[in-house]
């Protein structure tokens, strides 16, 4: 792993080993230890072809071809819409490709475009796919066309599009799609209806594989020589993983935190050497190694890299944690559509159909999974906050009593010496050069309390943690009180919202610098 990873001594930089991480492997199906990760490709296209064998076949070969652009497991994307949509479906189902249906209408309206004599293949169809969505547009048909084919463009890595080049004969076009999907910078392979000739935009924007992944999959823990025997078990490993690299870096409070210790040591040292007046030669130089140190210390922790690194490490193994959580329920939207991903849509993408795929060969009945999360996921949750709540307070008061005894020996002192200068009071037995000294630096001492408190957020953490503990016991409630899956994947759904919460608001600020 880079050494933004984890602490290790390695002369290969990020790039050069992901580069060759990636031409070792490639694809999760050459090493049954890696986490699989997937690529979408959506579709939009006419209802009307005059060429199906044609278009059939130039379908075919386009998602052919886009396997061999991006080695790995696919997902076909449609709207399973009358037409181009069905030959899609088709083809990416005959090349052994998952797919999802993201449905612009209810299906009782959808019904309205297919004849009679071919609903039933359709709907037989649509029962097949790996997971269903409908859109919740509620204007026009036209409009929740539209919306279904901007759903499509938003969730896919790449579009595919069977257009002619002219423009939309209706709001909700093929043309519509595609000006969307430009204007979003998004890949697109166009396939023409009439002459079948191919072409491509912005391919150079389809990233095929993240390098951060695949660094972190390759580290392997030396707990786990053999690799795992099921999909559960890697997660398993992928999340320890993830856990390990986010603990072996040192976090931004933790820096910060040495940055204004270092200081005050050097203001400490400077401070003594004026005022006993020692000339020891060593202690200038003490001085400068101490503040450069500081200094270098602080320019590492406004890298955003090892930051930005520790707060993704983090934020997989949360994720991934929430993802082992619900493995066994059935669910039927997306895992966190709301949160903004930023570049781990890989990841949350291969934790939803690998969930997913689970849940539907393994099923476990509703009251074994619920008084599972209940056990397993919230009371162990909990148990979490309420240890964070009770060191976070521990801190809080231990340097809250810092800053008091500081700023009242700091009062103390300088009435000392202001009682000595004004009225040629003897100095306590402590001498006035000490008595001076700690004057001096008693204040600085105090305000370094005040700002530990800040730099490590304690106020809040303590808030935070209370508060999350009061969520967790309305969830408790709400998830006992479920009487069907349905609600129970509400209740659920909201649970894992807020505890992801602050991992993706850690990662935000992340990208944002520091």
Known sequence: MDSDLRPCHRKLSLTAVAILSLGRMTSSAANPSLLPLFHVVGFSGHRQLTNVPGVTTAIRDALVSLRQAAPGEWIALSSAAAGADLLFIHSARDLNMGWEASLPLPLIDFERDFPPQEWPQVKALIDQAEHLEVSTESGSREDSYLAGGLDIVNRCDVLLVVWDGQPARGKGGTADVVAYARAKGRPLLILNPETLAASRERFDALNPADPWLHLLQHDRPAANPVPPASIHARLVIFQQKCESAADALPSFGRLNSTVLCLNIGGVAVATASLTFGWHWGGLPWATFLILVSALGIAAISRTKRSQRHLTRCRLAAEITRSALAIWDMPRTTRLFPDFEWSGLEPLRRSLDVLQRRAARQNFVDFETFRQQYLSERIAREREIFARQETQANRLLARLRMGFAISSVGAVAFAAIIAMSVSFGWAVLPLGLEIANYLSLT???????????????HLHGRVASAREMGLRLDTAR???????????????IAKAEHFLLREAFALHSVSRCGF
């Not at 204040?443 to 530990?452: D, G, K, N, Q, V």
């Open 442 to 456: 008693l204040p600085l001492l105090s305000a370094a309390f005040l700002a530990l408190i800040s730099i490590h």
């Open 477 to 491: 409630r709400d998830i006992t009180l479920c009487q069907s899956w349905t609600g129970l994947e509400r209740a």
